[in-house]
């Protein structure tokens, strides 16, 4: 599939950021294993993904994946569904997910201005930030991470079957050819 790609086309900026997921993505595709296993290693990872250890989700992703006996590459893949570019909008929607949830009214607000205050309140903050954070990623992760299951268990076994395909048509393709490049031999007559 990669392979297909046109190799020598000009490099846009958008090309340069979509690359690597592409890229990705491809190699997502050809992990070996189980495809049941691999989509299950992907669902913890992106559930790991969705809480606020931001720095560690590989580090919580890959043992328990381990421990499960699911896909440790596919688990350490998904965590960076939570990665710096989509960290804030993750964060901000399980903060305010976490607040309804458990009721929280009037929880933290950043400070207007930092300073030595601004800093101490936030760090007397952190408990219930981790929190409140925590609760609304177990909230959003447990539907994300059924999504992502059913979404690479359907994308693996479609590619499997799509090239399972392929290699039948080759197989196909290469037995009519030798058959047909095949020299017929002329019968010899019999003398009586």
């Given at each position: 599939m990669l392979?297909?790609?046109?190799?020598?086309?000009?490099?846009?900026?958008?090309?340069?950021?979509?690359?690597?997921i592409k890229k990705?993505?491809?190699?997502f595709l050809k992990i070996r294993g189980n495809p049941r296993e691999i989509a299950l290693g992907f669902a913890l990872g992106i559930f790991v993904g969705m809480t606020p250890f931001m720095g560690l989700h590989t580090a919580i992703a890959i043992p328990l994946a381990a421990l499960?006996?699911?896909?440790?590459?596919?688990?350490?893949?998904?965590?960076?569904?939570?990665?710096p570019l989509s960290a804030p909008v993750v964060y901000?929607?399980?903060?305010?997910?976490?607040?309804?949830?458990?009721?929280?009214?009037?929880?933290?607000?950043?400070?207007?201005?930092?300073?030595?205050?601004?800093?101490?309140?936030?760090?007397?903050s952190a408990p219930e930030i981790i929190g409140i954070l925590l609760v609304g990623g177990v909230v959003v992760?447990?539907?994300?991470a059924a999504a992502g299951y059913f979404f690479?268990?359907?994308?693996?076994v479609e590619y499997r079957a799509s090239i399972q395909r392929k290699l039948e048509e080759k197989k196909?393709?290469?037995?009519?050819?030798?058959?047909?490049?095949?020299?017929?031999?002329?019968?010899?007559k019999r003398r009586r």
């Open positions: 392979e297909d790609l046109p190799q020598n086309k000009p490099r846009g900026n958008f090309s340069r950021w979509t690359e690597p990705t993505y491809y190699r499960l006996k699911w896909n440790k590459f596919s688990a350490a893949l998904a965590v960076w569904i939570s990665n901000g929607i399980t903060y305010y997910i976490g607040e309804k949830v458990l009721f929280i009214q009037n929880g933290y607000k950043l400070p207007t201005e930092f300073n030595l205050d601004a800093l101490l309140y936030t760090l007397r992760g447990l539907p994300l690479a268990l359907k994308t693996i196909i393709n290469l037995t009519n050819k030798l058959k047909s490049a095949r020299p017929r031999r002329k019968k010899k």
